[in-house]
């Protein structure tokens, strides 16, 4: 298996692929934050169901490809998201038909207040690209080993740095205790369907280094986040 250290292996069908399922998984994630259900005594949105497939997909792609090409992908999900939610306000205010009685629960699921909006978008950025970063950095400290414990710490970085940002700009004026209760929850939960599925991200990580025939790593590389074509 060949290291690449330059990062300037091709974008493959593979790569592309991983792509399209994190946009997907990420554009899912919040339309389904509309849904509550009740694990026990918690009230969660159904977007804790698959959004942390995203930060997995983060983490196979950092840990095969290099941090340089999942910066472009956070990026295009961040920009496929904004582009979902702005023609969803375009539909909205569109004059209904008038046999059509489905305004209410269109309405319910796309008019989510902007100031949500740019909370969870925002969030999903910088947790996002935090994740990546530590990933990557592990990686090169480790000289490639222990990618459980590296899948670990980044995502708990990520959804620390999402969850510190989403809930005080999108809940501003609860209480603080209740803030707090929110965050660490995500988190932990977010954490444990990580560590839960482990083995199937350990196990996807494998096969897609052994087809590409690339181990990268990213030294010597800039972690500035706006640098999006150096790929």
């Avoid at 990026?75 to 939610?85: E, I």
């Avoid at 994740?131 to 970085?157: D, E, H, P, Q, Y």
Wanted: aromatic share 14%; glycine share 6%.
């Amino acid at each position: 298996m060949k290291q690449n250290t330059a990062g300037g292996h091709a974008l493959s069908v593979s790569f592309m692929l991983m792509a399209i399922i994190f946009n997907v998984c990420l554009i899912a994630s919040n339309l389904f934050e509309t849904k509550l259900f009740m694990a026990g005594n918690l009230a969660l949105t159904g977007g804790v169901i698959i959004f942390p497939v995203s930060y997995i997909i983060n983490d196979c792609l950092v840990e095969v490809y290099g941090y340089r090409k999942a910066r472009l992908v956070i990026w295009t999900g961040f920009l496929m998201n904004f582009f979902v939610v702005a023609m969803a306000q375009i539909v909205r205010i569109l004059p209904a038909a008038p046999f059509w009685d489905g305004g209410p629960h269109f309405d319910y699921v796309f008019a989510m207040a902007p100031r949500v909006t740019v909370a969870s978008m925002l969030a999903f950025l910088c947790g996002s690209t935090v994740n990546a970063w530590i990933m990557s950095r592990m990686k090169v400290a480790s000289n490639g080993k222990r990618f459980s414990v590296r899948a670990i710490v980044s995502s708990l970085g990520g959804e620390t740095v999402d969850s510190l940002i989403f809930f005080p700009i999108a809940f501003f004026g609860l209480e603080v205790r209740e803030l707090l209760y929110l965050m660490v929850t995500q988190v932990v939960l977010k954490t444990l369907y990580e560590i839960i599925i482990l083995p199937v991200t350990s196990l996807v990580v494998r096969k897609l280094k052994r087809f590409e025939g690339i181990d990268t790593f990213d030294n010597r590389i800039s972690y500035n986040p706006f640098r999006i074509f150096d790929i």
